[in-house]
């Protein structure tokens, strides 16, 4: 069965930078989209990023445009969020999740155990 282990989680400064990592096993790969979401305390899951499966796509809610990066390194079979400039309400548990069969998006089936990610003011 399809695994998904994140890591690169911790706590940082406001303006601090943090780089999340996301490695798979268990199926195939490149042929998949993978996002990323993180879930506050007290609020809903909320999509952060999402790369398609040829990785020449990207998708990135408002909140984080300018200040996060996803990328894929699909001889890795690995999946990163890149994220700068960080603020207080970034402050989440950040899951990676596999997305859709030759797609830029979902729909997503296999999730991660979450990282935990802390910004202080």
């Known amino acids: 069965q399809v695994q998904l282990v994140e890591s690169g989680g911790g706590l940082v400064q406001a303006g601090g930078s943090l780089r999340l990592s996301c490695a798979a096993s268990?199926?195939?790969?490149?042929?998949?989209?993978m996002g990323w979401f993180r879930q506050a305390p007290g609020k809903e899951r909320e999509f952060v990023a999402a790369i398609g499966w040829s990785s020449g796509s990207t998708n990135y809610a408002d909140s984080v445009k300018g200040r996060f990066t996803i990328s894929r390194d699909n001889a890795k079979l690995t999946v990163y969020l890149q994220m700068n400039s960080l603020k207080p309400e970034d402050t989440a548990v950040y899951y990676c999740?596999?997305?859709?069969?030759?797609?830029?998006?979902?729909?997503?089936?296999?999730w991660g155990q979450g990282t935990q990610v802390t910004v202080s003011s």
């Open positions: 268990g199926r195939p790969f490149s042929n998949y989209a």
């Open positions: 999740a596999r997305g859709g069969f030759r797609t830029i998006s979902g729909p997503y089936d296999y």
